[in-house]
T-cell receptor
Framework: QQPVQSPQAVILREGEDAVINCSSS?????VHWYRQKHGEAPVFLMI?????EQKGHEKISASFNEKKQQSSLYLTASQLSYSGTYFC???????????FGTGTRLKVLA | DTEVTQTPKHLVMGMTNKKSLKCEQH?????MYWYKQKAKKPPELMFV???????INESVPSRFSPECPNSSLLNLHLHALQPEDSALYLC???????????FGPGTRLTVL
């Protein structure tokens, strides 16, 4: 079962904030976040491990609620360079089978 | 060397051709992956090779066959492909299975 992301797409003005959610029907051990620009490979943003931790990377941070099997990615003061498709990714426990979420297309306008 | 390289960048082949995609990493990573990505869709895992063991997504057709000659190299052999196999093929590696994955630039494959 593929993790479901919401929203499917979002348009922002430079400087605005956004939240992208990732929800799974299966127990998660960890959640990874990636950004993919058009025609390029996905680029790793951050990993969150079991324990409800929250991580930050400049103006991008994320949280992981293992009880709800949900993760959220927070983009603050968005920049043009944030445009792209964001994917959450997770591994089915003990299988090596890695699954990406449905994706969220984000566009930041000047 | 901190990158994953893939060759070729673009490939056009007929349905009767046999071709191979190559993926290489020199980061000492112990897991390597092949993904297929169609336009506006997330990458779909095809194969994982870790600790000298191959794990296969059961839905992948036999016309795709992976080969791991050594721990730094992962090939994907293509034979008798169909037009619907046209996609971006991404290779990735991670220090261990389940760790952060680092992606190569991909091979854009077109099957005529």
């Amino acid at each position: 079962q593929q993790p479901v992301q919401s929203p499917q797409a979002v348009i922002l003005r430079e400087g605005e904030d956004a939240v992208i959610n990732c929800s799974s029907s299966k127990a998660l051990y960890s959640v990874h976040w990636y950004r993919q620009k058009h025609g390029e490979a996905p680029v790793f943003l951050m990993i969150l491990l079991k324990g409800g931790e929250q991580k930050g990377h400049e103006k991008i941070s994320a949280s992981f609620n293992e009880k709800k099997q949900q993760s959220s990615l927070y983009l603050t003061a968005s920049q043009l360079s944030y445009s792209g498709t964001y994917f959450c990714g997770t591994e089915e426990a003990g299988t090596y089978k890695y699954i990406f979420g449905t994706g969220t297309r984000l566009k930041v306008l000047a | 060397d901190t990158e994953v390289t893939q060759t070729p960048k673009h490939l056009v082949m007929g349905m009767t051709n046999k071709k191979s995609l190559k993926c290489e990493q020199h980061m000492g990573h112990r897991a390597m992956y092949w993904y297929k990505q169609k336009a506006k869709k997330p990458p779909e895992l095809m194969f994982v090779y870790s600790y000298e063991k191959l794990s296969i997504n059961e839905s992948v057709p036999s016309r795709f066959s992976p080969e791991c000659p050594n721990s730094s190299l992962l090939n994907l052999h293509l034979h008798a492909l169909q037009p619907e196999d046209s996609a971006l093929y991404l290779c990735a590696s991670s220090p261990n299975p389940g760790d952060t994955q680092y992606f190569g630039p991909g091979t854009r494959l077109t099957v005529l």
